[in-house]
């Protein structure tokens, strides 16, 4: 749909109206609108209780699969094999001719953003299990709170982060209008709408009808 600005307002267009009037009709909704229902559509499956209880259960199954001290012990030897990238991409920082020097530095950021996550990763296996699982219960109770106050943070938030963040998350959206005519005038309303996330931010209960 294309957005356009209508008075004091946003509303979206079908796009095909938009390219051709005399391909079909108008089907105008508000941005307000639109946004109402994707924040209460995310809201509704994020909070639902048989969501949370499968987020909590999967998230557990992770910490007691992935802890040990076999998990500790391959960390570890990563770690040395990253150390050892590191001192030789440092001693090449000063062999190398000018115009190789930012692909050098940029091999090191790489080895050493890898060499904090494995560190972080090492301090994770080396915790006792329960911790984790506690640790893992607070996130999910902090992101809760989170999308409970999702719908008044997009109400009353700056705009353009609202929109960046959801285009951040949201993939696509599709939309049906209904229409109604009042005297010589054409109303529209939105009847129902499939949100799509990105996968990346996607759990297999995410993609639903509203």
Same mark, same amino acid.
């Given at each position: 749909m294309? =957005? ?6 946003? $509303?979206?267009?079908?796009d095909?109206y938009?390219? %051709? @009037?005399?391909?079909? #009709? #108008?089907n105008?909704?508000?941005e ?8 209460? $559509?995310?809201?509704?499956?994020l909070?639902d ?6 987020? =909590? ?5 992770q910490?007691? $699969? ?5 998990n500790a012990?391959?960390? @570890? ?13 440092k =001693? &090449? +920082? ?8 930012s692909?050098?530095?940029?091999? +090191? ?8 996550? /494995?560190?972080?990763? &090492? ?6 299990? %329960?911790?984790?699982i506690?640790?893992?219960? &607070? ?5 809760? *709170?989170g999308?409970?106050?999702?719908q *008044?943070?997009?109400s %009353?938030?700056?705009?353009? +982060?609202?929109?960046?963040? /959801? =285009?951040?998350?949201v993939?696509?959206v599709?939309?049906? $209008?209904v229409?109604e ?9 939105l009847q @129902?709408g ?6 990346? %931010?996607?759990?297999?209960w995410?993609? &639903?009808r #509203?």
């Amino acid at each position: 749909m294309h =957005r356009k600005r209508n008075g004091g307002c946003h $509303t979206y267009i079908c796009d095909g109206y938009h390219r %051709n @009037r005399g391909l079909c #009709r #108008r089907n105008t909704v508000s941005e307000d609108e639109v946004l109402g229902h994707i924040v209460g $559509t995310i809201q509704e499956k994020l909070l639902d209780p048989k969501n949370v209880n499968r987020l =909590r259960k999967e998230l557990h199954q992770q910490v007691k $699969t992935s802890g040990g001290k076999g998990n500790a012990d391959s960390i @570890r030897k990563k770690i040395q094999t990253v150390e050892s990238k590191l001192g030789k991409a440092k =001693r &090449r +920082l000063v062999e190398v001719d000018a115009d190789m020097l930012s692909l050098v530095q940029e091999q +090191l950021r790489e080895l050493q953003a890898k060499q904090d996550q /494995l560190q972080a990763d &090492r301090k994770t296996a080396a915790t006792p299990r %329960n911790r984790l699982i506690s640790d893992c219960d &607070r996130m999910i109770e902090k992101a809760l *709170d989170g999308v409970t106050r999702l719908q *008044d943070v997009v109400s %009353n938030g700056d705009r353009k +982060l609202v929109r960046d963040c /959801l =285009r951040e998350t949201v993939r696509r959206v599709d939309l049906w $209008t209904v229409q109604e005519k009042r005297g010589t005038r054409h109303f529209y309303h939105l009847q @129902r709408g499939v949100i799509e996330l990105f996968q990346k %931010n996607a759990a297999p209960w995410c993609r &639903r009808r #509203r």
